[in-house]
């Protein structure tokens, strides 16, 4: 069996023409991760630029208001560039240009991890383009504009369900076009080996972070840790460190859409099966035959058909739970973060804060909660209002 | 000796691709049978797949015309076993690991034994991860192709030390589709695969023109078509019947006997 996996999950399935690339990939990582110039220049990046440590922040309205859980809230929404996008793509794209190459790639879904990869490659000088659906720039216009500011060129990808997992194999194809030059940068801790093991690395300086502000602050662990789940690089991130603290609980929140009894769903664990798809074996939403499903959520960051294999490991050995979250649950959790917290929270992460609203009240005033806010909201604003029938375009 | 065996036995091999259920399985039946009367020595069934990554915009659409007429494994299987009352050419599968994973690899393979495919071609399943298929299928006597790539240097005599059926030299980097220029040095990728296995070598993607088959057919046992053809099916739809015939017909006639 190949390298790279998490139980039955992960592996490389892949074609042949990216073999090469992934293992000299996977060896250059393995060089530079114990690099201390590498480390140095990476460390200097994340504070200086990224403007990381980021927060833990107790939200104590919240807590007051619930009437449960001490809750915080890991800020990730304060990064540069509004997510915790940045932690992996400063990783990479630093990564890249040690390996020589003069390109980078990435997908995008609501446009931060687009954003994030352009604005890497503006300032350590990388050609980048990034792949977006047709329909996730419609949805999220500014962000299109925003790369094109950072000096990436967009490519508006018109096959298949012009979303998301169309802009993963866009950028596949595009890779396999073109390995010499280019990395692909993903965007989550999924695709072949050592993708996951990279971008997992990358990110699990949230947890990193976050357990010793909590020790600090609390001087013990806390009892729940959570995060959004989409491919589920924040998730992973804001889970890995507290892997080993058998007391705290693990929580994904993942996009029920609709309803995880409707077929307008992402949610990939409550729905899915194991299967083999973008470089994995993981659970993936499709059907009998191996169709991959077309997958729906308000929010275009949770909109994929699948989830990292190591979270589909972590679902198999029980260690962390994952939970659906609808639209609806997802947008008044948006709305109640703003009003409570002063704290516009991306979509995505909403649906993390929507179950916090859920389980914090039945918890011990004695307990704590860390909630990952992966990301900042403001790009949501125009569609939150067009769920509310709320029109915003100003009269010319 | 194996039907594929045989399509290489004493001569030049043009493979045919086609995707199944494109525009209907009828007709893919027909156009199995027209590249056959053309010369084709195998045939290379696509199964429909919603995210087939490896290929360019033409076989990308004919995926998609095949699975909104309702295209399924199940019905390809019938359609199969069908024409195999009709015709004795090699017939393999070009599909996405995820289609045998989610029937399960023993039973795709059985049935492939069944209707009478002779192997299978999956692109997203490299050496490192054909172990949990190489056995099974295997066992039901099915060919499992490897494919060797421009990039795959080093790589070259491991996979050709374990490969069954015939060899798929992919000639270009990217994604399936017409180029007018291939500058993969295929020669000498010939030559290391020659230097640890006797099997047959074919080269694909790319390729569409009488003279790339001649000069394919000559450094390698075969040529592999693909979006050139299936490209005729876009255009013609139900009735690409005689023009598949005669471009196949065109592209076999330049074939030497070895």
Redo the contacts between chains.
């Keep these: ?3 790279g996996r998490y139980g039955i999950h992960g ?11 992934i293992s000299r990939l996977e060896e250059e990582y393995e060089f530079y991760k114990n690099d201390a110039l590498f480390n140095e220049e990476l460390d200097t990046l994340l504070r200086e630029y990224a403007g990381r440590p980021s927060l833990l922040y107790f939200a104590e309205k919240m807590t007051k208001d619930l009437g449960g859980a001490k809750i915080y809230f890991k800020r990730e929404d304060l990064n540069h560039t509004g997510s915790h996008k940045i932690n992996n793509v400063l990783g990479q794209a630093l990564l890249a240009k040690k390996m020589g190459k003069k390109r980078i790639i990435a997908e995008t879904g609501a446009g931060q991890h687009g954003v994030a990869t352009a604005t890497a490659a503006a300032l350590l000088g990388l050609e980048c383009e990034i792949y977006m659906g047709r329909e996730d720039t419609i949805r999220q216009a500014l962000n299109v504009y925003r790369m094109e500011l950072l000096g990436a060129k967009v490519h508006p990808v018109d ?2 369900t012009k979303t998301l ?2 802009a993963v ?1 866009e950028c ?2 595009e890779w ?4 010499d030059d280019t990395l692909y940068v993903l965007g989550s801790v999924m695709g072949p080996h050592p993708f996951p093991m990279i971008v997992r690395d990358f990110q699990s300086v949230i947890s990193r972070e976050a357990r010793a502000q909590i020790l600090k602050k609390e001087g013990r662990l806390p009892d729940v840790v959570m995060a959004c789940v989409g491919g589920g690089s924040n998730a992973m991130g804001m889970f890995y460190e507290f892997i080993k603290d058998e007391s705290v609980r693990l929580i994904g929140c993942e996009a029920a859409g609709h309803g995880v009894d409707t077929d307008r769903t992402a949610a990939t664990m409550a729905t899915g ?7 994995m ?1 993981s659970y ?1 939403c ?1 059907d ?5 499903a077309p997958v729906y959520s308000i929010s275009a960051g949770l909109d994929y058909p699948g989830v990292g294999p190591e979270h589909a490991n972590l679902k198999d050995t029980g260690r962390a739970e994952y939970v659906p979250v609808t639209d609806d649950e997802a947008v008044n959790a948006f709305e109640y973060i703003a009003k409570q917290e002063g704290i516009i929270a991306a979509i995505e992460s909403s649906h993390a804060v929507a179950h916090l609203m859920k389980i914090a009240p039945d918890m011990g005033k004695d307990q704590i909660i860390i909630c990952c806010l992966s990301g900042r909201g403001d790009k949501d604003v125009a569609a939150i209002a067009r769920y509310r029938g709320v029109d915003l375009h100003e009269q010319d | 000796m194996s039907r594929i065996k045989n399509a290489f036995n004493g001569k030049k091999a043009f493979i045919g691709f086609i995707t199944a259920g494109d525009p209907d399985l009828e007709k893919t039946e027909e156009f199995v049978l027209e590249m056959e009367r053309a010369g084709a020595s195998l045939v290379e069934l696509g199964i429909p797949f919603s995210d087939p990554i490896a290929e360019g915009p033409v076989i990308q659409d004919a995926n998609i015309r095949a699975l909104m007429a309702g295209c399924t494994t199940d019905k390809i299987f019938a359609m199969v076993k069908n024409l195999r009352e009709k015709t004795q050419i090699p017939l393999v599968f070009l599909a996405y690991a995820n289609t045998l994973y989610k029937y399960g690899y023993e039973k795709f393979c059985a049935k492939c034994n069944e209707t009478g495919i002779d192997g299978l071609i999956i692109p997203d399943l490299p050496f490192e991860e054909k172990g949990e298929l190489s056995d099974i299928a295997k066992e039901q006597g099915i060919d499992l192709i490897s494919l060797i790539a421009p990039t795959s240097e080093q790589r070259i005599q491991m996979i050709s030390k374990e490969a069954t059926g015939f060899i798929y030299i992919v000639s270009s980097m990217g994604v399936t589709g017409v180029r007018s220029e291939i500058k993969t040095d295929i020669a000498s990728i010939v030559n290391v695969i020659r230097s640890v296995t006797d099997i047959p070598v074919a080269v694909g993607f790319g390729i569409n023109t009488k003279e790339q088959v001649k000069e394919y057919t000559t450094i390698a046992d075969g040529a592999i078509v693909g979006s050139a053809i299936v490209k005729i099916i876009s255009e013609h739809g139900k009735d690409a019947g005689k023009y598949i015939y005669d471009y196949v017909s065109g592209m076999t006639s330049v074939l030497e006997i070895k």
Excluded at chain 1, 176 to 179: A, F, M, N, P, W
Excluded at chain 1, 288 to 292: A, K, L, P
């Design positions: 069996m190949a390298k592996g490389q399935y892949v074609p042949e023409t990216l073999m090469n690339e096959s298949g997992k169309d194999n596949m194809r396999v076009s073109r390995v099966t194991e299967g083999i798809f973008h470089g074996k993936f499709q009998g035959y191996g169709q991959i």
